[in-house]
Nanobody
Framework: QVQLVESGGGLVQAGGSLRLSCAAS????????MAWYRQPPGKQRDLVATITKRGSTVYADSVKGRFTISRDNAKNTLYLQMNSLKPEDTAVYYCNADIRITIDGGLLPYWGQGTQVTVSS
């Protein structure tokens, strides 16, 4: 079974930095687009950034210039470098990946367990 395991969350002061990782494992044929989402307390889950297999990126306006999404295809790992963090960035961050598990199968979305990021004032 495919699993996405996140790490790197924690508590940081405003203006600080944090780097999240998401490692995909299991029976994987290929991984297409990957993304980070976040869900602040009491709010809906929203898209933070996406990255294609070849590295094209799209960011939410709220994180442009501060966050950088990247991936290491050889390691099946997704990253989110978060700089100049603000209290508004406090949320549970989720890794998402569109994965093909067999050569003739379709793409299916997989999610990580989520990791808490808390930014203090």
């Amino acid at each position: 079974q495919v699993q996405l395991v996140e790490s790197g969350g924690g508590l940081v002061q405003a203006g600080g930095s944090l780097r999240l990782s998401c490692a995909a494992s299991g029976s994987i044929f290929s991984i297409n687009t990957m993304a980070w989402y976040r869900q602040p307390p009491g709010k809906q889950r929203d898209l933070v950034a996406t990255i294609t297999k070849r590295g094209s990126t799209v960011y939410a306006d709220s994180v442009k210039g501060r966050f950088t999404i990247s991936r290491d295809n050889a390691k099946n790992t997704l990253y989110l470098q978060m700089n100049s963090l603000k209290p508004e960035d406090t949320a549970v961050y989720y890794c998402n990946a569109d994965i093909r598990i067999t050569i003739d199968g379709g793409l299916l979305p997989y999610w990580g367990q989520g990791t808490q990021v808390t930014v203090s004032s």
